[in-house]
């Protein structure tokens, strides 16, 4: 796959280990015109991430293998070409959204999450960022 970004469908890249939220944020996201990728754990989503570019990463904090804070600075510190994509963190543990997270994302969301409130806050972000690449 390409690593250059298309214009014209945004793509989006969910890292989560429990496919519940997976599937909701899937949902939301195809909803709001995404082309979805997901993974189901935090070394496959490392994986995909050193291959292919997104618009939009949705990253759990707190997976087994490899977490999200590893994910976060690999891809801002040893892969440039994801300066660019917009991240959302997701998290059950407020304590894990420290000033350090909240440096490097985009957005935190807390777990459960509510979905009209996703679904609602994707589609801004797509409205943005035709507008940013207008």
Known sequence: M??????????????????????????????????????????????????????????????PDVDGRDILHSIRDVYPMHKEMRTIVVTANAHMATDEIEDAVDYIMYKPIDVLEFSRFVRRLKSSQKTESS
Request: proline share 3%.
């Open 2 to 63: 390409s690593m250059l970004l298309s214009e014209a469908t945004p793509t989006a890249l969910i890292v989560d280990d429990n496919f519940y939220n997976r599937d909701i944020f899937k949902i939301a996201l195809e909803n709001a015109g995404y082309h979805v990728k997901e993974a189901p754990t935090g070394a496959e989503g490392l994986s995909i991430l050193k291959k292919e570019v997104f618009h939009l990463l949705v990253l759990d904090l707190h997976m």
